[in-house]
């Protein structure tokens, strides 16, 4: 799992959760506790770690990474439908994570794919991380809610808010860029969001990628 996980992120020791800790959690915080793995005849190739959330009706996704031999083949997906048939079988309505809303990739798959909602925007959250992970750029992250029995439904007219299509690019190749990308989707989320707005949708296109945000019809 740690050559998955460095393999996703790069290799940065500081960055890896240890061998230790995984042991801790998959023993000791069973059942919600949950180390996944997924692999291609012996060679793990795909991880998530899973924790307990504040209540017992939900659960922390904390992490998921597949590395990049083996990228958009599913096994997020994959990893991700048996961490939520594990917990539905527990009676867990709820799982969360975070994610950086500028990541094309991370929107497809959690908020198209899985039907995530993403319900509030985190500025800053980690604050300035000294990794070359994050680059210069500030640690925004969605704060995301995946419903496994009933998904909340919205209603209204959407907005929408673009994104990059690769974010990574852009942070190698000309960090000023992508520090305008943070700080023009951080003013346009956090406006539309403090008006009572998620993000229910992403779409990606010839036209480009773009979230859609609408208002729900019930409170969450
Ligand atoms: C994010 C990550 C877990 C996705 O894993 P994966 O196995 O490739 O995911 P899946 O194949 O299930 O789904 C990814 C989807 O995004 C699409 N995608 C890939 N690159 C994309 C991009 N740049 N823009 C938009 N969509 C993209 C894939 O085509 C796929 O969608 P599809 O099935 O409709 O074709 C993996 O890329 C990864 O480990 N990244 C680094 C670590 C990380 O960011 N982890 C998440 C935060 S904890």
Redesign the pocket.
């Known amino acids: 799992m740690l050559d998955v996980q460095q393999g996703?992120?790069g290799k940065n020791d500081l960055e890896t959760v240890p061998v230790h800790l995984l042991r801790a959690i998959a023993d000791e915080l069973d059942p919600v506790g949950l180390v996944l793995g997924y692999y291609d005849g012996d060679r793990p190739v795909?991880y998530l770690l899973g924790l307990p959330g504040p209540d017992w009706r939900s659960a922390l996704m904390?992490?998921?990474?597949?590395?990049?031999s083996?990228?958009?083949?599913?096994?997020?997906?994959?990893l991700m439908s048996e961490m939520a048939w594990t917990y539905r079988e527990m009676g867990i309505e709820r799982i969360f994570?975070t994610?950086d809303p500028l990541?094309?990739?991370?929107?497809?798959?959690y908020i198209?794919?899985i039907g995530g909602i993403a319900e509030r925007y985190l500025v800053d959250y980690y604050g300035k991380i000294d990794s070359t992970l994050y680059g210069d750029l500030a640690t925004d992250r969605f704060y995301v809610s995946w419903y496994l029995t009933v998904r909340p439904e919205s209603e209204g007219a959407p907005e929408r808010v673009q994104i990059p299509?690769?974010i990574s690019g852009i942070k190698a190749e000309d960090p000023k860029a992508a520090k305008v990308w943070r700080e023009r989707t951080r003013k346009k989320f956090t406006e539309l969001m403090s008006d009572g707005y998620v993000v229910t949708g992403f779409d990606?296109s010839h036209m480009g990628?773009e979230y859609v945000l609408t208002k729900l019809k019930d409170e969450l």
Request: charge should be neutral.
């Open positions: 996703a992120w795909g904390h992490q998921v990474a597949v590395v990049p083996h990228a958009s083949k599913g096994i997020a997906h994959e994570w994610y990541e094309a990739a991370n929107a497809n798959l198209r794919k299509e690769d990606r990628c």
